[in-house]
DNA sequence: TATACTTAGTTACATAAAGTAACAAATTAA
DNA sequence: TTAATTTGTTACTTTATGTAACTAAGTATA
């Protein structure tokens, strides 16, 4: 069990975009540059992961770092034209969650919401 | 480390398509409904991960299940209206790996395919 | 000078998810 | 009776992720 009948650079697209983090990562740099304490927080990634996901999206030429040498210095990720061009992918998930996914999910049972 | 301030359906949207395979299933369901064999051996799936899958996406609301009683049985999985609303999401990421990604990923040295 | 604080991570360890291979139940075919 | 097919399941291994403590470099504070 290992072989596929799909394109090969569909998989690859794919397999970008399932790993866990990835896509949220991408969503929080479209509005600016980051730093990783900022991307930590905002997504609620732990450090470790988080550094792992930005080595491998660097890697794929997905997200840049930058140093900035002041004091103290200032390490900034951005996108790249490759990583923001997954931006039109990213907005049809929000739209899609929007119009899909109800307010809330049915185990939390917050009676004070109502339910779709 | 587990506060987020981002949209909860979103953050639920995201999570569901970077489950590893979903978005293959759905992909391949896009064209006609399946069997789990079928699905098995055009993704390149196990069954038991196969099987966990079809009944998460069950769960979700994403697939539906069909018996037919013939003999041998016929199940079939296809997709809920709520699983095809993703068809537009999927064409993006079709549509970016064509754009974005290169024929051979580098570490294949096939020399007999010529690279980005 | 010693202590504490911040940023950007890393390390060691624990838990959860996914992969592999063998097996099972139901039915049909040889 | 034996084998084959379909739709899974079970037991076990490997990989990925989570948690918490720690580090290094620099700055500020007492």
Redesign the interface.
């Known amino acids: 069990?290992?072989?596929?009948?799909?394109?090969?650079?569909?998989?690859?697209?794919?397999s970008l975009?399932?790993?866990?983090?990835?896509?949220?990562v991408i969503?929080q740099m479209l509005d600016a540059p980051q730093r990783f304490g900022a991307i930590?927080?905002?997504?609620?990634?732990?450090?470790k992961v988080l550094s792992d996901r930005l080595k491998d999206m660097e890697q794929e030429g997905l997200v840049k770092r930058d140093v900035y040498p002041e004091t103290p210095v200032i390490i900034e990720y951005s996108l790249t034209d490759?990583g923001r061009?997954?931006e039109?992918?990213l907005r049809?998930?929000?739209q899609?969650?929007?119009?899909?996914?109800?307010?809330?999910?049915s185990d939390e049972t917050d009676l004070t919401e109502s339910h779709q």
């Open positions: 069990m290992k072989q596929s009948t799909l394109c090969p650079r569909f998989e690859k697209a794919v975009l399932s790993q866990r983090w990835t896509a949220l969503y930590q927080s905002a997504i609620g990634v732990s450090g490759k061009s997954l039109p992918v049809d998930i929000e899609w969650s929007q119009d899909w996914i109800p307010p809330k999910t």
